[in-house]
């Protein structure tokens, strides 16, 4: 489709199940594609599903899986492409028109009434359901459809009595009950503990057996290859393969995903120097109350770019902010160069040079609303030139910006516009020229390039890198697996809170990452030894060696 | 966002920024629509509304009386309006600037008098008894912020229930007791006790006393703490966005604790203002009109600039001072009420429709006329 | 801000131009104040009977609350009816403070001949009233005289003497329900009269007071006239401004007495009695007197005799026995022969506070009282 040197991408072609006639066909996606704001989400991605599989779309976040469910559900209008439906082409205008034809999806985030039952919320918006009049039938046929597919929930239940995998029980009872036979799960285990996945997969393939077809996104190659019967693989909006699972190797599935060939990095290695930040035993809890971050250990020295892979939501925010102070940890300490910081408020994490580049860039990296002079003056400010005693030089903070804007080439300023109406490009170099500015010896970079066009980003890296060069010690978090490779020396990868492997950028194949970053430790052909089974602990041990 | 209407439909979009030649413009605009909205009114309940418009603009500032009678009015607002200001600014939203003041009031008087049973009097007195008003108004207030800061409760609620707490104790004080602030010999209704005459702020020309530049004077610290400290400038920041405070390492409970104070103090300086240059003593009945409130729509109508309450807090007072006049030529003294409302919301509809652009347009299924293709371009 | 500024100056600018017309009216009344002196004391309006006698009236609140303010307003009334060559004008909804100030100067500079404040607002007078000698102000309540300032004020007592009469008199009625507003001395010593009337028919009555600590609370007055219904009182009286507890009365079918003005109309059925203000006797002799030339600042303290208080029409309840004899005790007070404060009078607390044959003299009444007479449940909150 656009070149990829993959190698195992093109062993199993979907376009080997003709199109058209075969009567195993359940819906068939072509060419579509879909942009938003001009960039594609999905790019002529071709997709076929047959009655009674399980399909997994597999891809890393951001790579159009949920585009693409969308557009099959009704939700989105493609831009160009066509939707075939039991062989016949069909135009979904709105996800009504998709259910009645047997075509529906269970969100990430569940469209359930809480005060309502069970019961109700299946007979809410049905088209041929008197509530009143049926109410007896309804609970028979939820008792009915739960006991084939083992979706037991009690029907007269308020939703918001249950726990997230009843609800999500609801949500698959509430398609079954409306005829959907081709169920779409975006990202299902993403709520679930394992126990509830185990039981979410005897419900699929329960239903499987029925004769329905069902697409299983997910992110997690452990499950992807337990679960699934075929496997697509997405990345970047593009569709890079397709093919059995039985047939599929892990390792290739992983590059597949992850997708690119050993770095082109021109990398200017320096020698590292001391331990500028350390981490022991780090665990903070998430914004919700648990544990997001657990036992972490990091070491970043001088002149040193530590890179941290992972898929978004896997603990990287909270190791950042842990790191700076913006989040209590609850275990673990902290040390910047030999000083405990862990109990240190943030301005003092500051003034001891720590710095830092949020991925929140317009909240939390800026105050969007005020003007870039402010912005870059939101350090700066508590010390001379820009203060004098208790009061704010204007003019040293006009003249700070207008030297800043220059040598870090941030371009579109004009006075008194907020922030917020820059480019995220300039914005970036905003916040990156206020930062090193400060002559950190301990930066703590997150999602650094993300959402950046081309030249921004090439101009960022460039900047970190010339800054690691310069001696900083640089905590470098990103999914973007190029970045990481590119310009770390060192890579960890963190997958639910815990790191889950170390690997010097020289070792690090797009599988071997895939992998670890899809929560599964290097198999034989990766270079740790541990075996399938260990959990993250021992990979981090064994591998922790080459650090 | 749009609403169909027939074949029409109507659409809202938010718009650029606007040139600062419209940003001017617009709020003269809406001033002079909202008073000819308001003369519509007057006009139809039977009024002369040039004859109204005249008698206003008369008794607000025609002459020296009504020019004194105005800007003494305009004190305490301006006080208030500052008070809203400051941590509208953060947006913590302090309702409470009635009670402060009304505190504020209470302290003053209180600290007034017992300087004077103590021998202590003149500017001495003054700046305490000021200073102690300031005080009790920003100590009033820190009862909401620390919640505020602290447990995250809403400052909202609690700012508003401290105005009725304040409210009683000063009721108590005069009605219901006989305290130090209850003037003992005086029966036939119960009033304060008087400070000392040396502590009356200096009167300059009929009732205009200093306290006006004391809360001119205010304004203009505001203005320069904002604009000029680092308090200031944490309060901008922390005001657009307290995540990017706490990123920059400033302590936003802190700010929220002295932003609510300083407004607190000001509040409070009103109240001790209205004791040294107006009543002399504690009257419950002259001090609970609803200048805290009057004060947050002050504040909304100068566009939370803290010298921008100076001429918006004439121009209400002046309205005030005419409703006796209006009265006196049949017009009810309502009107005065009602014209402060159109003119608020003439001013805050302005500013929406200078951030919206509204267009009444032809559905895109209906028919296209075929003049408005065939249109010279 | 620089926004708004600009229409500031717009309206600011609009107001000078006004002004001018504004400024020419001050200087003509300017020299008429430095010529009053050159020509006795006596005010101008003397001379010349042609020009009409003006006077303001000012309330704090509506002129039609049925109570306090509409009492004031029947005042004026009276006086247009009774006096001819007068112009009065009123301003009601005003505040004390800056807002009495601005409207006693705004009629002084305007050259009023009498300007009457029908609330308590004596402070504000004395610091504009030097300014404009040539205009009398009147001031309710008030007891610090100057030249052109006197005071005037209500004998609560007399009227709630004849109240207390009434009350007592109802068949059955053991437990009387009284809302105050705050218990200062005025609201305290129309209570004890009231009681001394009750006790003079019934001696076993009770009284229970309620104070809601506001003016003006229709909301806080319905939930006290309430409590005292659900506490038993089988009537209720009023000394506050809003119909709240005159509709609590009707709605509970027990009898009500009002405060100040005929308040037959708020409780039809429940109705009996109600004292009421008669200002307009007093406002037409000032008046008169100012005309004459022979005004004097004075204290006056109306009661009965003087005609400022008197009776609304009784109820139907309110037996031919109980009229007759509510008129000859009025009759006996006017002609000086009965006297209800006669000692000994013993508060709630058991204290003698007037001893056998002494009593409280009309010149200290307004002093009193700071105790609740026996016979009421109560208390004034200490202080």
New interface residues.
């Given amino acids: 489709m656009n070149g990829d040197p993959t190698p195992a991408a093109s062993t199993a072609e979907p376009e080997t199940s003709e199109a058209g006639g075969e009567p195993q066909e359940a819906a068939r996606l072509h060419a579509i594609t879909k942009s938003f704001f001009g960039v594609p989400a999905n790019d002529r991605v071709d997709f076929d599903l047959r009655w009674g599989e399980i399909h997994a779309l597999l891809g890393e976040n951001g790579a159009g899986k949920s585009t693409l469910c969308s557009v099959l559900a009704g939700l989105y209008h493609p831009d160009s492409g066509e939707i075939h439906l039991d062989g016949e082409r069909v135009d979904l205008a709105s996800p009504q028109q998709a259910l009645e034809h047997g075509v529906g999806m269970v969100y990430q985030h569940f469209r359930l009434v809480d005060r309502f039952t069970v019961a109700e919320n299946l007979a809410l918006g049905h088209p041929e359901t008197g509530f009143v009049a049926s109410r007896r039938s309804l609970e028979r046929q939820v008792a009915e459809l739960g006991r084939r597919y083992g979706l037991e929930v009690s029907p007269k239940a308020a939703i918001w009595q249950l726990s997230v995998g009843e609800q999500q029980r609801v949500e698959i009872l509430k398609l079954l009950y409306r005829g959907v036979r081709i169920l779409i799960l975006d990202e299902p285990t993403a709520v679930l503990t394992p126990q509830e996945a185990q039981s979410l997969f005897t419900t699929m393939r329960a239903m499987a057996a029925d004769g329905q077809a069902i697409i299983f996104v997910s992110h997690k190659l452990d499950e992807v290859l337990e679960v699934s019967d075929r496997v697509t693989v997405l990345r970047d909006g593009e569709r890079v393969g397709s093919m059995e699972t039985a047939d599929a190797d892990p390792a290739a599935l992983a590059r597949m995903m992850v997708g690119r060939d050993l770095s082109t990095r021109a990398r200017s290695r320096t020698e590292a120097g001391s331990a500028a930040l350390s981490v022991k035993g780090l665990t903070a809890d998430g914004d919700r109350g648990i544990e997001a971050l657990r036992e972490v250990d990091l070491e970043v020295r001088e002149s040193q770019i530590v890179g941290v892979a992972g898929v978004a939501g896997n603990g990287q925010r909270e190791l950042a902010e842990a790191i700076?102070g913006?989040r209590r940890s609850k275990r673990g300490q902290i040390f910047l160069g030999d000083v405990d910081i862990t109990r240190t408020?943030?301005?003092?994490?500051?003034?001891m040079g720590l710095g830092?580049v949020?991925e929140?860039r317009m909240?939390?990296?800026?105050?969007?609303?005020?003007p870039l002079t402010?912005?870059l003056?939101?350090?700066a400010?508590?010390q001379p030139p820009l203060?004098k005693g208790?009061?704010?030089s204007?003019r040293a903070v006009e003249e700070r910006a207008r030297t800043l804007e220059k040598q870090f080439d941030i371009r579109g300023v004009r006075w008194a516009m907020p922030t917020s109406l820059l480019s995220g490009g300039n914005i970036q170099r905003a916040i990156l020229a206020r930062e090193l500015s400060a002559r950190p010896k301990v930066l703590v970079a997150a999602a650094p390039t993300r959402g950046l066009d081309v030249a921004a980003i090439e101009a960022i890296r460039q900047i970190l890198l010339d800054e690691r060069d310069a001696g900083t010690a640089i905590l470098m978090i990103s999914e973007d697996l190029e970045e990481i490779m590119d310009l770390s020396d060192e890579i960890v990868v963190l997958y639910e809170g815990q790191i889950m492997g170390r690997l010097d950028p020289d070792d690090a194949t797009p599988e071997v990452l895939g992998m670890l970053m899809a929560g599964r430790t290097s198999d034989a052909d990766a270079e740790a030894d541990a075996g399938p089974d260990a959990g993250p602990d021992a990979a981090a041990e064994s591998s922790g060696d080459s650090a | 966002m749009s609403l169909p209407l027939g074949a029409f439909e109507l659409t809202v979009e938010r718009q650029q920024i606007p040139s600062r030649l419209v940003r001017m413009a617009a709020p003269t605009a809406s001033v002079a629509f909202g008073l000819l909205v308001g003369a519509v009114i007057i006009w139809a309940s039977g009024q002369d509304p040039i004859l109204a418009y005249t008698e206003m603009a008369k008794k607000g500032f025609g002459g020296r009386l009504a020019l004194t009678g105005t800007l003494v009015l305009a004190t305490p607002l301006i006080l208030t309006g500052l008070a809203a200001v400051v941590a509208f600014r953060m947006k913590i939203w302090n309702i409470g600037a009635e009670g402060q003041l009304i505190l504020g009031a209470v302290a003053s008087s209180g600290v007034g008098l017992w300087l004077g049973d103590n021998g202590i009097g003149g500017p001495v007195g003054i700046v305490l008894m000021l200073a102690a008003g300031a005080g009790a108004g920003a100590l009033w207030a820190g009862l909401a912020a620390l919640p505020r800061a602290y447990l995250n409760t809403d400052e909202v609620i609690s700012t508003l229930m401290l105005n009725f707490v304040a409210l009683g104790i000063m009721n108590y004080l005069i009605f219901s007791s006989f305290s130090h602030w209850r003037d003992p010999s005086r029966a036939t209704f119960p009033v304060g006790r008087f400070v000392d005459d040396s502590m009356f702020l200096h009167r300059f020309t009929g009732r205009l006393h200093i306290g006006l530049f004391i809360a001119l004077a205010a304004a203009g610290a505001l203005w320069w703490a904002l604009r000029s400290t680092r308090w200031g400038f944490e309060v901008w920041v922390t005001g657009d966005s307290p995540r990017a405070a706490l990123y920059s390492g400033m302590r936003v409970d802190r700010k929220i604790l002295s932003v609510l104070m300083v407004s607190g103090a000001f509040a409070g300086l009103g109240g001790g203002i209205e004791v040294g240059g107006v009543l002399g003593n504690l009257d419950p009945r002259a001090l609970s009109l609803g200048v805290g409130f009057a004060g947050i729509v002050v504040a909304a109508l100068a566009r939370l600039s803290p010298l921008g309450v100076i001429p918006v807090a004439i121009l209400v007072a002046s309205f005030t001072n005419a409703k006796p006049g209006l009265q006196v030529l049949g017009i009810p003294s309502e009107i005065v009420t009602l014209l402060e409302g159109i003119l608020f919301l003439c001013i805050v509809g302005g500013e929406w429709f200078l951030r919206n652009a509204v267009r009444l347009q032809r559905r895109a299924a209906g028919p296209r006329p075929v003049g408005v293709e065939a249109a010279p371009s | 801000m620089r926004r708004f500024r600009l229409g500031v100056v717009v309206l600011i600018a609009l107001a000078l131009v006004a002004a001018a017309c504004g400024d020419d009216e001050a200087e003509e009344a300017a020299p008429a104040t430095t010529a009053a002196p050159a020509t006795t004391a006596a005010p101008a309006t003397t001379e010349a009977p042609a020009e009409p006698l003006r006077i303001a009236f000012m309330y704090d609140g509506e002129i039609d609350d049925g109570g306090w303010n509409e009492a004031h307003e029947n005042g004026r009334q009276y006086l247009i009816a009774n006096m001819d060559g007068i112009e009065t004008t009123f301003v009601e909804n005003l505040s004390p403070g800056s807002e009495f100030q601005a409207a006693f100067e705004d009629f002084g500079s305007q050259g009023y001949d009498m300007v009457v404040c029908t609330t308590w607002c004596q402070d504000d007078v004395l610091v504009v009233a030097p300014n404009y000698p040539d205009t009398v102000y009147l001031s309710w309540g008030g007891y610090q005289t100057a030249p052109n300032v006197g005071h005037f004020d209500g004998a609560t007592e007399d009227g709630r003497y004849l109240d207390g009469l009434v009350a007592g008199s109802q068949p059955g009625v053991e437990l009387i329900g009284y809302v105050g507003g705050f218990a200062i001395e005025e609201v305290v010593r129309g209570v004890n009269a009231f009681m001394i009337g009750a006790r003079e028919i019934n001696p076993d009555i009770e009284t229970q007071v309620v104070w809601v600590n506001s003016w003006y609370d229709p909301a806080a007055e319905q939930q006290a006239a309430q409590a005292l219904v659900d506490a038993g009182a089988d009537l209720l009286a009023a000394e506050v401004n809003a119909p709240a507890v005159a509709s609590v009365a009707e709605g509970a079918g027990i009898g009500y007495i009002h405060y100040g003005i005929d308040g037959s109309g708020l409780a039809p059925n429940s109705w009996l009695s109600g004292f009421t203000f008669n200002w307009g006797p007093y406002y037409l002799s000032q008046a008169q007197a100012l005309a004459d030339g022979t005004w004097e600042p004075a204290l006056t303290y109306g009661g009965l005799r003087d005609g400022v208080v008197g009776m609304s029409p009784f109820g139907d309840a309110v037996t031919a026995e109980t009229i007759a004899l509510v008129e000859q005790r009025r009759q006996e007070i006017v002609d000086g022969t009965f006297d209800y404060f006669a000692g000994p009078i013993t508060d709630n607390q058991g204290n003698v506070v007037v001893a056998e044959g002494a009593t409280i003299a009309w010149e200290e009444r307004t002093l009193c009282c700071q105790w609740l007479i026996e016979g009421v449940i109560g208390e004034i909150p200490a202080g």
């Fill in positions: 700076v913006l408020s943030t301005l003092q994490r500051i003034k830092f949020p929140d909240r939390t990296g800026m105050a969007g609303g005020l402010a912005n003056a939101l350090k400010y508590r203060s208790p009061l704010v204007k």
